[in-house]
């Protein structure tokens, strides 16, 4: 095989990504104490210190895994899900909906037409929605932030939860038989035939959609990473501790089912919302509350749901709300619990 | 040539018509290019993922924005990849 210019660049690339990543910290605190001679351990220095060393960290990190998750993303194509989901019996249908949920690329602008596509071939309601609360839960860029900022146990808690959460919501769906409130035209329409075919791809073009996701992605939330870093940072050294304690700490039971609430209609992306999470936390609020809040803002949003108004009838919007919300407080009561 | 651009109205669908458009025009290509923004019109065509490019009734492009030298290859050459 030819040595493709493409697949090159990437392996000069890594060693040098992972040289810079893991002299950050000597390299910051050189910035800081010798060219800049701060006074160590004041505010300011330290609030420095956290945005000079935790940006670069997170945007190198979100380089680096966007671009593989950009070339592994090419193999999961919309219609490959589909054909693996047809008429899969429920359960092991919601549990491969879930994890597909995860892979497959997924713009909520297609949620419509994917929704379509799946219940017409035969894709049950319930695996459907598996699918549907999965793909915008867990989510790679939320899972790279939060393994940034707390490491791979909470990343890991994170992805378990939300695979929980989207595999038992969708069961109780199809269990519930909603099917009598999706709209009566969706069952009555009718696939076009053909072009259902898949695009054939060579691996250098596979590699050139991981740095298309790079760009695009990075592009996209770079400004709230650092937005986030630098709310991050000033909070560091100038927010009392306990500052979230009363309202979002362990002690406050409501708090989680009042996180849940307040973060259905808000919409950021994940970008935004793990650096503002990160600051509840540092500031006492308890981790499962700050979970919850995090998985509603992410899962559950508003444009989402008048988006899928048009195939679903109220009440099916309704249960997917109460199913999803029901699901988020419990694992933010577990935590709490836990922890 | 018969051009559709499927999308029902997200910003990449806009990026990719108004891209298509750009092309037809400094290529001069002999085409006429029309922006499907009906979910059942686009479900004809058996698209899962928006935006979609359809020449003479056939999907050659969906789920993403090409670049420039890629769309531009299959508008003028009409070789794709599905």
Redesign the interface.
Known sequence: MKLNKSIVIPLVFLPVWYVIYSNLQPFTDWLIDTIFGMKKGAHLTEALRFFIFEFPKVVMLLVLIIFFVGILRSYFTAERTRKALEGKKTFTGNIMASLLGIVTPFCSCSAIPLFLGFVESGVPLGVTFSFLIAAPMINEVAIILLYGMFGWKVAAIYIGTGLAIAILAGWIIGKLKLEKWVEEWVYATKLGEGNGEEEKIAFSQRISMGYDAVKEIVGKVWLYVALGILVGAGAHGYVPEEFMASLMGKSAWYSVPLSVLIGIPLYSNAAGIVPIVSVLIEKGASLGTALAFMMSVIALSLPEMIILRKVLKLPLILSFIAIVGGGIMIVGFLFNWIF | MNIQVLG??????KTLEKAVREIVAESKLDATVTKVDD??E?????????PALVIDG??VLK??VP?MDELKQILTTKIY??
């Open positions: 029902t109205g997200c910003p990449k669908c979910i059942m686009i479900l004809k065509f058996n698209v899962m993922t928006t056939k999907v789920g993403r670049s990849f599905l």
